[in-house]
């Protein structure tokens, strides 16, 4: 059962993040629609309507075909087009950014909708062309006008629509926007990561150590598939890993204070959640990644973009100051607050590793960058972050001295470097 449930939750995620969600759904209720709207025409309300508003609803079968035929014919060709659009967009995407980027992108929401809004007017006007064509001429008179007025209405929603997706498909593939996304969402994983109490690991060295069985990406711990013995029982879980690290078959996992007997681990190893993808998520980690990546891949030779890498710096200081605020291990409770999960977090010295050193590698000939990169170190220095997390930031600085001297050849930009780290 538990294992059931963390493969339909993993499924979940994954439809969430499907091109088709949306335009599957909607063109199921088009479809629907189309059926139901015909039923309607025999009503007392479409009789007032048809008296009232006769300029409406057209009664003339050879007039609401060639309606409906000209839409299905207009629609398609907006379809199509958008479609294309999409490709192109994620191609340069793909190109210029980063190769990260595109599930991102493939999962915007307002995309999907507007496709599943055309996908769904095509079915309608396909139903209710059929529905006519099948129907004799005196009962075919009867469920025309209704449905043909519907028929226009969502084609003239579909055309404001389409101008509403040239805006936004625009918008979408400029480097602002993809990353301040990112940077959104990175931060609020950042925030609930603040949340959470310190755990204290001084004697976790002595607890019982379990080596992985499998590898990939570590992504987190699901306290809901916990088996409620074990949330009953009091034992303390120290997992090992942080989130988002790569773990190896047969190194160590986790460290548990308490005895427990083969089948509660492997139901604690059930809740253990890993990925083969690195960029899964746009967690705090994933994410700061995925905006290095499009910064080193703004400095390659074929790109040189160091407008994009500076910006990116910009929006990576906070959330490194940030990410460094938290504590080394922190500790949820199980429902019952017997069972403890403590979780690692990334070290300063690893996330400066991570985001900082291909950064530097990467932009160390670029005096522009690095003069921003100088700023971004030195603003985290001046927070108030704890005297021994301040050690790596200033081997990192060294380090990117080091590189300046090594790679900057002009005198006068080494100088007006030199003085920032004055």
């Not at 083969?262 to 905006?291: P, V």
Request: proline share 3%; aromatic share 6%.
């Amino acid at each position: 059962m538990r294992i059931l449930l963390k493969t339909l939750k993993a499924s979940y995620k994954r439809t969430l993040r499907s091109i088709a969600l949306y335009p599957v759904v909607i063109s199921i209720l088009f479809l629907l629609l189309s059926i139901c709207i015909p039923q309607l025409e025999t009503s007392s309300l479409v009789a007032f309507l048809k008296d009232k508003i006769p300029y409406l609803l057209i009664d003339n079968i050879d007039t609401a075909r060639t309606t409906l035929s000209t839409l299905i014919g207009g629609i398609l060709s907006l379809t199509v087009f958008s479609f294309s659009m999409v490709m192109v967009v994620l191609n340069q995407a793909s190109s210029n950014y980063s190769p990260r980027l595109l599930p991102g992108l493939i999962s915007d929401k307002k995309h999907q909708i507007i496709l599943g809004m055309y996908i769904g007017t095509l079915l309608y006007a396909l139903v209710a062309l059929i529905t006519m064509d099948a129907a004799d001429s005196d009962s075919s008179k009867e469920i025309i006008g209704l449905t043909t007025m519907f028929a226009a209405l969502f084609g003239i929603i579909c055309v404001g629509l389409f101008v509403y997706f040239i805006h936004t498909i625009s918008n979408a593939i400029q480097i602002h926007e993809i990353t301040d996304r990112i940077a959104t969402e990175s931060e609020r994983y950042v925030n609930q990561k603040c949340e959470e109490p310190e755990a204290d690991i001084t004697t976790t060295e002595l607890w019982k150590t379990i080596i992985s069985h499998r590898t990939g990406y570590y992504r987190g711990f699901d306290m809901g598939i916990l088996n409620k013995t074990l949330q009953d029982f009091e034992n303390e879980i120290h997992i090992i890993p942080y989130q988002d690290q790569h773990v190896w078959k047969g190194h160590p996992l986790l460290r548990i204070k308490e005895d427990i007997s083969e089948e509660g681990l492997e139901k604690i190893q059930d809740c253990l959640i890993f990925s083969k993808d690195r960029h899964e998520d746009n967690t705090y980690t994933g994410g700061m990644i995925k905006l290095m990546e499009v910064a080193v891949k703004a400095m390659s030779p074929g790109i040189n973009d160091p407008g994009t890498a500076i910006e990116i710096i910009t929006r990576l200081g906070p959330l490194l100051y940030k990410t460094i605020k938290i504590c080394n291990h922190t500790q949820t409770k199980s429902s019952t607050e017997k069972c403890i999960i403590i979780q690692s977090n990334i070290t300063t010295a690893e996330v400066l590793r991570l985001i900082i050193q291909p950064l530097r590698r990467y932009a160390k000939h670029d005096s522009l960058v690095m003069h921003e990169l100088i700023l971004m170190l030195q603003y985290i220095l001046q927070t108030d972050i704890a005297l021994h997390e301040k050690i790596p930031v200033k081997a990192e600085l060294e380090a990117v001295k080091e590189d300046i001297t090594a790679h900057i050849t002009n005198t006068a930009d080494q100088k007006q470097i030199f003085k920032l780290l004055k």
